[in-house]
């Protein structure tokens, strides 16, 4: 990234812009037209919103977590009816409770199913496969909007495949980068839907980014240097094989579970088959705060822990395991919580670092899996 800035629109930019829209086609796992913004994820969320609906329309969405939360309200902002499912903060979204609903709507006036994949603040991915099934199968046209803010880049993910609509992300997460993109893919259903959209936009409108985006190029000044590191880290994740980054991510979620039921902690995810391979969120046995221990291992320990958010706060922390990041990254991560767990005073079995590597040594390391030297946590 670290290089000087090139003409936005001139003939070097538009290869720059042509490999990066070819290469996020291949991250998605989509031949579909991926959008790229400066911008966040939260920025992405809302070109879903006013390129695909119209004030009034009626959208069902399902409370995992926080960002499921912030997301079904900032549809309300812009005038839309949202349904918004109920739900523990400890469980993905329910298929059979959406097709139950779908069926319902028999006059269908739902014109959006909204998800988020992997709840950032939860540790909790919900089957996005089987929520496409279940609204197949109760043959609704609704559109199908997928979250994948913390799973695109670190988790299996396949917006064509999996009937998604519209997939949202950002650039800090499973990408590698710093914050300061936004990402929309997108359907040709939902490009047409687009076209029918009466919500006004100008920043975040599809057809203008589309159509400079044919020639390598973008409506207005780009983030230059963040495009350079994009470049360079669908490279990374091209490189490694998106399967080898998968499994490495699935690797470090199981040995960090394991840490965590050695402690005699909770996970706040309670289906096995909705653990995030991308972070784990541990619930804190009761009377302790999750935030003292978390500035107690920052003070002590220089380890940055994700705290709990909104429902959650102060009655869990995160850990992050996705991205660049290894074997012994993780031991090193493990190893400041169990010694912040012990500073803080919560009660706990030590040894849960030897339980992760232990689970580490049960499963073949893939060969890139060594490489790099820095620690993340959950933001």
Not at 32 to 52: H, K, M, Q, R
Request: proline share 4%; hydrophobic share 40%; net charge negative.
């Amino acid at each position: 990234m670290d290089r000087p800035i090139i003409d936005h629109r001139g003939p070097e930019f538009s290869q720059l812009g042509k490999d990066v829209l070819d290469g996020c086609r291949a991250i998605f796992q989509t031949s579909d037209s991926v959008l790229v913004f400066p911008g966040s994820g939260t920025g992405a969320w809302e070109a879903c919103i006013v390129n695909t609906l119209s004030p009034g329309d009626k959208v069902l969405a399902f409370e995992t977590g926080h960002f499921a939360t912030l997301w079904q309200a900032m549809g309300r902002r812009w005038g839309l009816d949202v349904e918004f499912v109920p739900g523990d903060w400890r469980h993905g979204v329910d298929p059979v409770q959406v097709e139950a609903r779908l069926v319902e709507d028999r006059m269908h006036a739902i014109r959006a199913v909204m998800v988020v994949h992997n709840e950032t603040s939860t540790g909790v991915t919900s089957r996005i496969p089987e929520i496409r099934k279940a609204m197949n199968d109760a043959r609704h046209p609704a559109l199908l909007m997928v979250d994948a803010v913390s799973s695109l880049g670190s988790s299996e993910y396949k917006h064509a495949e999996w009937g998604v609509d519209v997939t949202v992300t950002g650039s800090q997460k499973g990408l590698m980068l710093p914050p300061g993109l936004g990402f929309n893919a997108v359907s040709k259903k939902a490009i047409a839907a687009s076209k029918s959209s009466r919500t006004p936009r100008s920043y975040w409108d599809w057809q203008e980014m589309l159509k400079a985006n044919a020639s390598g190029f973008f409506p207005y000044t780009p983030a230059t240097n963040l495009l350079y590191g994009l470049r360079e880290a669908i490279a990374m994740l091209l490189e490694e094989g998106l399967q080898t980054v998968f499994a490495r991510h699935r690797r470090h979620g199981e040995a960090t579970r394991a840490a965590v039921r050695h402690w005699g902690l909770d996970l706040l995810s309670l289906d096995p088959r909705e653990y995030s391979n991308s972070l784990t969120a541990v619930v804190m046995p009761q009377g302790h705060d999750a935030d003292h221990f978390r500035e107690i291992a920052l003070n002590k320990y220089d380890i940055s822990l994700g705290s709990g958010l909104g429902k959650v706060k102060g009655n869990v922390f995160r850990i992050g395991h996705l991205g660049d990041f290894n074997d012994l990254m993780l031991i090193g991560s493990l190893a400041g919580v169990e010694m912040g767990l012990r500073a803080a005073g919560v009660p706990h079995n030590a040894g849960g670092v030897q339980a992760a590597m232990d689970s580490l040594s049960n499963e073949t390391v893939p060969a890139t899996a060594t490489q790099g030297i820095a620690v993340q946590s959950a933001s």
